[in-house]
């Protein structure tokens, strides 16, 4: 063989390396995005763990329906 069918065949094989690389990279990526959003949903009103213990304080806090009905406005104002 001739060392430009070598150099060509070895530009082929790195070609195609790259673009397996890129396509594993870009699925991992993919992969991250799709947890952070399934986490994002999971979190209660998009307040995330800081907010957590407030979030179930208040919710304890709200046993009568006057103070439930407030807590709701609080987190939704009413339209």
Known sequence: ????????AWAVLGG???AATWF???GQKYA???RDLEKARADLNGL?????????????WADTDEKREQL???VEPPK
């Open 16 to 18: 195609i390396v790259a």
């Open 32 to 34: 991250v995005m799709q």
């Open 24 to 26: 594993f990279t870009a």
């Open 48 to 60: 995330g763990k800081k907010y957590g213990r407030l979030v179930a304080l208040l919710i304890r």
């Open 72 to 74: 709701a406005s609080t």
């Open 1 to 8: 063989m001739t060392p430009a069918i070598l150099n060509f």
